[in-house]
T-cell receptor, first 115, second 114 residues
């Protein structure tokens, strides 16, 4: 079974530039998550989708971050404009359905460096 | 905020059992305890979860105290590949596992040494 795919794996940008990350979840998984992991900390949930609808985006900094999941499959996370404090690993995860009872499968992440 | 507390780091000799403790003194009666781990440069990986009874799978065993205020993850024969950060999680707003999101703390960094 193919896992969660993410691209790019690494990205270096300057502050105030824009960046986008792509995620392809495991086939058949209705729920998709984006997490931000700052060095030395655990992952923090940014947004959760159920199919193509947003379930929880309470931790998403909406003035600069946006995410979409068109057609309920692939998803993109965008930062515009980036700040130095956005340097982190951005993890995408998917699960068969919502709720913590459903095991979340994580991708390898995209490491973003903002200079 | 995370509802669990874990030691920041632990060492274990290769081939020995690794026992990772977790305190969750404010856990409610229908809240589950989950364990994930994160190997360096990879995304987190699910290990096991439980409610009241002890649980075992091919990766680990989970021992939950009778008052459910603490638990221990046991890796019976640790290998070098088990070196990782281990997260103990009680999901926020979790009602019997049917909802609730994973809130990761800083976890325990387990170092398995030859």
């Amino acid at each position: 079974e193919a896992g969660v795919a993410q691209s790019p794996r690494y990205k270096i940008i300057e502050k105030r530039q824009s960046v986008a990350f792509w995620c392809n979840p495991i086939s058949g998984h209705a729920t998709l998550y984006w997490y931000q992991q700052i060095l030395g900390q655990g992952p923090k949930l940014l947004i959760q989708f159920q199919n193509n609808g947003v379930v929880d985006d309470s931790q998403l900094p909406k003035d600069r971050f946006s995410a979409e999941r068109l057609k309920g499959v692939d998803s993109t996370l965008k930062i515009q404009p980036a700040k130095l404090e956005d340097s982190a690993v951005y993890l995408c995860a998917s699960s068969f359905s919502s709720g913590s009872y459903n095991e979340q499968f994580f991708g390898p992440g995209t490491r973003l460096t903002v200079l | 905020d995370a509802k669990t507390t874990q030691p920041p780091s632990m060492d274990c000799a290769e081939g020995r059992a690794a026992n990772l403790p977790c305190n969750h003194s404010t856990i409610s009666g229908n809240e589950y305890v989950y364990w994930y781990r994160q190997i360096h440069s990879q995304g987190p990986q699910y290990i096991i979860h439980g409610l009241k009874n002890n649980e075992t799978n091919e990766m680990a065993s989970l021992i939950i105290t009778e008052d459910r205020k603490s638990s221990t993850l046991i890796l019976p024969h640790a290998t070098l590949r088990d070196t990782a950060v281990y997260y103990c999680i009680v999901p926020v707003g979790d009602y019997g596992g049917s909802q609730g999101n994973l809130i990761f703390g800083k976890g325990t960094k387990l170092s398995v040494k030859p």
